[in-house]
């Protein structure tokens, strides 16, 4: 939180000087939702704009997601075939699962 107060002031405040109340407000709101929220590189994310990293974030999790459900698929796969191969019924039963 410091770090964003820093660059709060040195980027947007002290460079300003507002005529009115509405007019910081105004100010500040842009600074922070369209240039820190999207356009600024931020070091804690690898110098990537907050956009960048959540759509790099998300693009993982799709991947991740993608491979547990081939996984589990195959899993599954195995675990039905051994299931069908040994028999439920008592010893000496034809019946198998």
């Not at 842009?30 to 600024?40: K, P």
């Not at 759509?55 to 599954?76: C, F, G, K």
Request: aromatic content about 14%; glycine content about 4%.
């Amino acid at each position: 939180m410091e770090s964003f107060f820093g660059s709060l002031k040195m980027e947007c405040v002290h460079r300003t000087r507002f005529a009115t109340r509405k007019e910081a407000k105004a100010a500040l709101f842009d600074y922070i939702e369209v240039f820190y929220n999207r356009q600024r590189l931020h070091s804690g994310i690898g110098y990537k704009t907050p956009v960048q990293a959540y759509a790099e974030m998300m693009a993982m999790a799709a991947y991740r997601n993608i491979v547990l459900v081939r996984y589990w698929r195959e899993t599954s796969k195995i675990i039905t075939d051994w299931k069908r191969t040994r028999t439920c019924a008592s010893p000496g039963s034809k019946h198998t699962c």
